[in-house]
């Protein structure tokens, strides 16, 4: 389902053990669930995946009430201590995502783990990436970045409502 779209971003993510050495298990959906005054001392590095928004496609002449098929905006928040070290992580995170979605759809379903399998109805027929401007803030201080997906997916899990 396509409100379900950053589900498959994390998954991809913590999977990951080269991402794991870097960040822990500092990867929050949404947002870091902490009081904003206790932002600051959130350890570095660190991800946040966040469901941006949602747009259906062009409806056809047999859906008369919704589409099948949306596309997602999906943005990655990736926090580093230094430029170079934002830089490395923005690539090990697009190209750990782009091998994810590669695995799924190259596997016989049956060697999944469940875990993976679950991930399935959730992957994106595409998944293009963008990238917004660094930006430092020397509150923290930190570099940061979004990288920002937009994926065409299916619109339900289903063809029920």
Not at 75 to 88: D, H, N, Q, S, Y
Not at 128 to 139: L, M
Not at 149 to 155: E, F, L, S
Request: proline share 7%; aromatic share 10%; with cysteine.
């Amino acid at each position: 389902m396509s409100l379900q779209t950053d589900l498959i971003f994390v998954r991809a993510l913590q999977q990951s053990g080269d991402i794991d050495l870097i960040v822990d298990d500092r990867i929050y959906m949404t947002a870091i669930p902490r009081p904003e005054e206790e932002l600051a001392n959130e350890p570095l590095p660190y991800i946040i995946v966040t469901f941006d928004g949602i747009t259906p496609q062009e409806q056809t002449k047999d859906a008369d009430y919704d589409t099948d098929t949306d596309t997602v905006s999906v943005g990655i928040v990736v926090v580093a201590e230094t430029r170079p070290k934002l830089a490395e992580l923005s690539e090990l995170v697009r190209s750990t995502i782009k091998a994810y979605f590669e695995y799924l759809q190259g596997t016989d379903p049956d060697e999944l783990s469940e875990a993976d399998k679950e991930m399935l109805p959730l992957l994106p027929y595409s998944a293009q990436p963008s990238g917004g401007q660094v930006i430092y803030n020397d509150e923290k201080p930190c570099y940061w970045l979004t990288l920002q997906y937009q994926c065409d997916v299916n619109a339900f899990t289903d063809d029920e409502y």
